[in-house]
């Protein structure tokens, strides 16, 4: 069983939240909720619709794209970050390789906890905007 002081490190550990104050990281565990996946479960599927974000406490996990696998994921890894904010369409499959648990944060709860936290949001906009930033040096490094 992991400890309320231990899921709030794994949060701020997720790169989406690293602006994100302990206050910050407590009302999102307030909303999160520990979900538990059997080997072999299919937990997200590339194309369907987002709902939200899993952080993995325990298990691991493989990432399939295009019917390739393309990561595995452990303790302390995410998935689903893009469909807190957007809801857009899953870009992989996760399915778990063990007994998993998450803790999982919808995108309504979110944008809930979001709303009454300024802060929050502001912290969101510099971490996209920084991750629009990467992906422009790649492209340019790439084009170079």
């Not at 909720?33 to 987002?50: F, L, N």
């Not at 904010?85 to 999982?104: K, N």
């Not at 906890?113 to 969101?124: E, G």
Request: hydrophobic share 40%; no cysteine; glycine share 12%.
């Amino acid at each position: 069983m992991v400890t309320k002081k231990e899921s709030l490190e794994r949060l701020a550990a997720v790169r989406l939240f690293e602006g994100f104050n302990k206050t910050d990281l407590r009302h999102l565990l307030d909303v999160a909720k520990v979900v538990h996946h059997g080997a072999g479960h299919t937990i997200i599927t590339e194309g369907d619709k987002g709902a939200g974000l899993q952080l993995i406490i325990a298990g691991e996990a493989r990432v399939v794209r295009g019917g390739r696998t393309a990561a595995r994921l452990g303790p302390g890894d995410f998935f689903g970050e893009m469909a807190l904010i957007d809801g857009g369409p899953r870009t992989a499959t996760v399915i778990a390789d063990s007994e998993m648990t998450t803790l999982g944060i919808s995108g309504w709860d979110f944008r809930a906890v979001v709303r009454n936290r300024p802060a929050m949001a502001w912290a969101l906009l510099e971490h996209m905007s920084g991750r629009i930033r990467e992906m422009q040096k790649r492209e340019d490094h790439l084009r170079s």
